[in-house]
């Protein structure tokens, strides 16, 4: 199962001769694809939840898999790896022995600037994802 497999994520498959069945698990399919990956799960199938652009359920999908698989004793094993948020974090010069991650910012200008409104008075570091857009 992958969040995501572009030209160059199948190359590297490829490159470590890793041939294994994929299923697409984009936020919009997440709910639909979700009952059949928790069967096979509960039939002791091993599923792996990978990203090709960070980690798994940080602004990422996968949340509501592993959620149900801990509602359904599933055992889940993380395996720490690449995270935007904590290169960023690490690399940002700034205190970050407290934080609030506030996920990504909404699209539209109005919508950025309630946002950012609403989060102004925490003393605490705030932290977004972005994705290119205007202003």
Do not use: W
């Amino acid at each position: 199962m992958h969040a995501r497999i572009q030209g160059q994520d199948l190359k590297l498959l490829s490159h470590f001769k890793i041939s294994k069945p994929l299923i697409s698990f984009y936020s919009y399919k997440e709910h639909r694809r979700l009952k059949n990956i928790l069967h096979k799960l509960l039939n002791g199938k091993k599923v792996a939840l990978i990203s090709d652009a960070g980690t798994p359920c940080i602004s990422d999908p996968g949340h509501a898999l592993v959620k149900e698989a801990i509602e359904k004793n599933i055992k889940i094993e993380v395996l720490p790896g690449a995270s935007s948020l904590i290169t960023a974090l690490v690399g940002s010069g700034l205190p970050i022995d407290s934080f609030i991650f506030c996920g990504f910012l909404k699209r539209k200008p109005g919508k950025i600037k309630k946002q950012l409104f609403e989060l102004a008075n925490l003393k605490k570091q705030l932290f977004f994802m972005n994705r290119c857009i205007e202003f």
